[in-house]
């Protein structure tokens, strides 16, 4: 195979974990950064699986973490992380999510009218970035016309591109990107405290107003709380959908013959969706802290220890999937865990699921020929986390 380029390294990082699983097997102990890295699925599953040996609360057990470090229902552990989970399920039941079909497909309409007569398109930022943005804005009750500061904010709370920092020393670059990223929470903030003292004058039917009228044991949630769900939901919902959708052209961009066949069977898109989710996971990697002194793959793993386990890289492992590099569309059992597992399973997932699959569909419907433009250049999203493309310009003939 010829070698390949760090920007291809990013688009392509399964073959980077089949490496190092293969070098190191399932457990490596990265000591730069000071932390343990799992890599096989077994026990990928296993540390999310058992919440109360591995812990979410990094408030607790985090060395860098701040008093003013985001703290929501993902880095909380039980008995809180249940009563602040409960606040919000329901706006994602099938019941909930089945209201929101028709605008899901509006939308989608609405955004290929924009540039079907140009017979081109960016993938990104003409669909995958507005349609979850615009669904989430509209559940809370925000102005969707307010998408592009999303972006803004998103992008550097997951994104951080500090490439203008990169020069500087690394603790003073540390210290630069976390008041970088105060500022922008700090932007987000005010921006929601508005929004929250409007909705406590006047009421609506939205995601927020609801918020800031239950009640946990009779105790509403602070002001300090309803302004971390709604980071969450915004920052959760958005750039990890985006790239699911994005994910799907890139996995298409390398196998045609799929995308054909989705065309002629379109009562496939879920099953290839999940397939997405398996070969290019949008989260690549989930953090948790070792409650006690354990032993985890034959290694000691000390009290408050940090452990990430990779997603991406489970999603590849030849002991759980037969054939992990190939891309099948109709895979049975796909037990990804691109969602994670466990109590902290993803609470947006039947979401995400519903925009792509509606998103994919309407696309395939309306646009034929698709092909990603080569002559442009595919920038993968720089984060340790998270992982697609930042553009990903295509072509196509309009029916
Ligand atoms: C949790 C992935 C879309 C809201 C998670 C987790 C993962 C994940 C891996 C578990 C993190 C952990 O265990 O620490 C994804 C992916 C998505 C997606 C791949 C899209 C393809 C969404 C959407 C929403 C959302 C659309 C909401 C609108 C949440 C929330 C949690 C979560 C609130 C925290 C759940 C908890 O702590 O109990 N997501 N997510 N996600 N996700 Fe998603």
Same mark, same amino acid.
């Given at each position: 195979?010829?070698?390949?380029?760090?920007?291809?390294?990013?688009?392509?990082?399964?073959?980077?974990?089949?490496?190092?699983?293969?070098?190191?097997?399932?457990?490596?102990?990265?000591?730069?950064?000071?932390?343990?890295?799992?890599?096989?699925?077994?026990?990928?599953?296993?540390?999310?699986?058992?919440?109360?040996?591995?812990?979410?609360?990094?408030?607790?057990?985090?060395?860098?973490?701040?008093?003013?470090?985001?703290?929501?229902?993902?880095?909380?552990?039980?008995?809180?992380?249940?009563?602040?989970?409960?606040?919000?399920?329901?706006?994602?039941?099938?019941?909930?999510?089945?209201?929101?079909?028709?605008?899901?497909?509006?939308?989608?309409?609405?955004?290929?009218?924009?540039?079907?007569?140009?017979?081109?398109?960016?993938?990104?930022?003409?669909?995958?970035?507005?349609?979850?943005?615009?669904?989430?804005?509209?559940?809370?009750?925000?102005?969707?016309?307010?998408?592009?500061?999303?972006?803004?904010?998103?992008?550097?709370?997951?994104?951080?591109?500090?490439?203008?920092?990169?020069? &500087?020393?690394?603790?003073?670059?540390?210290?630069?990107?976390?008041?970088?990223?105060?500022?922008?929470?700090?932007?987000?903030?005010?921006?929601? +405290?508005?929004?929250?003292?409007?909705?406590?004058?006047?009421?609506?039917?939205?995601?927020?107003?609801?918020?800031?009228?239950?009640?946990?044991?009779?105790?509403?949630?602070?002001?300090?709380?309803?302004? /971390?769900?709604?980071?969450?939901?915004?920052?959760?919902?958005?750039?990890?959908?985006? /790239?699911?959708?994005?994910?799907?052209?890139?996995?298409?961009?390398?196998?045609?013959?799929?995308?054909?066949?989705?065309?002629? /069977?379109?009562?496939?898109?879920?099953?290839?969706?999940?397939?997405?989710?398996?070969?290019?996971?949008?989260?690549?990697?989930?953090?948790?802290?070792?409650?006690?002194?354990?032993?985890?793959?034959?290694?000691?793993?000390?009290?408050?220890?940090?452990?990430?386990?990779?997603?991406?890289?489970? /999603?590849?492992?030849?002991?759980?999937?037969?054939?992990?590099? &190939?891309?099948?569309?109709? +895979?049975?059992?796909?037990?990804?865990?691109?969602?994670?597992?466990?109590?902290?399973?993803?609470?947006?997932?039947?979401?995400?699921?519903?925009?792509?699959?509606?998103?994919?569909?309407? &696309?395939?419907?309306?646009?034929?020929?698709?092909?990603?433009?080569?002559?442009?250049?595919?920038?993968?999203?720089?984060?340790?986390?998270?992982?697609?493309?930042?553009?990903?310009?295509?072509?196509?003939?309009?029916?």
């Amino acid at each position: 195979m010829e070698p390949r380029s760090l920007q291809d390294q990013l688009l392509y990082p399964h073959e980077c974990f089949t490496i190092l699983r293969e070098a190191h097997g399932p457990i490596m102990y990265n000591s730069d950064g000071r932390f343990w890295e799992i890599f096989d699925y077994e026990d990928v599953h296993y540390i999310l699986t058992k919440h109360e040996l591995f812990s979410s609360d990094s408030a607790k057990y985090s060395r860098d973490f701040e008093d003013q470090d985001f703290q929501s229902m993902l880095n909380t552990d039980p008995p809180r992380h249940r009563q602040l989970r409960s606040l919000v399920t329901q706006a994602f039941t099938p019941r909930s999510l089945a209201q929101l079909i028709p605008r899901i497909a509006e939308i989608t309409h609405e955004l290929l009218d924009d540039v079907e007569a140009r017979g081109s398109m960016d993938v990104i930022y003409d669909l995958s970035f507005p349609l979850p943005v615009i669904v989430i804005a509209e559940l809370l009750g925000v102005p969707a016309k307010d998408r592009a500061r999303f972006k803004v904010w998103s992008d550097e709370l997951v994104m951080g591109e500090y490439s203008e920092l990169a020069s &500087m020393e690394r603790e003073a670059y540390i210290r630069r990107v976390r008041e970088r990223f105060r500022e922008t929470r700090e932007a987000i903030n005010n921006y929601f +405290r508005d929004v929250i003292a409007q909705r406590r004058r006047e009421p609506r039917q939205d995601l927020i107003s609801a918020l800031i009228s239950a009640q946990i044991d009779g105790d509403h949630l602070t002001e300090q709380e309803l302004l /971390n769900f709604c980071l969450l939901l915004l920052v959760a919902g958005n750039i990890t959908t985006t /790239n699911l959708i994005g994910n799907a052209f890139l996995c298409f961009d390398e196998h045609p013959e799929s995308m054909e066949r989705l065309r002629r /069977n379109p009562e496939l898109i879920p099953s290839a969706l999940e397939e997405v989710l398996r070969y290019r996971s949008p989260v690549t990697a989930i953090g948790r802290f070792a409650v006690e002194d354990l032993v985890l793959c034959d290694q000691k793993i000390g009290k408050g220890d940090f452990i990430l386990g990779w997603v991406a890289s489970a /999603n590849h492992d030849p002991a759980q999937f037969s054939d992990p590099g &190939m891309f099948d569309i109709e +895979r049975n059992p796909n037990r990804h865990v691109s969602f994670g597992h466990g109590i902290h399973f993803c609470l947006g997932a039947p979401l995400a699921r519903l925009e792509a699959k509606i998103a994919l569909g309407i &696309m395939l419907e309306r646009l034929e020929d698709i092909r990603r433009d080569r002559a442009q250049p595919l920038p993968p999203v720089h984060s340790s986390f998270i992982y697609g493309a930042k553009s990903l310009p295509i072509t196509f003939a309009a029916h």
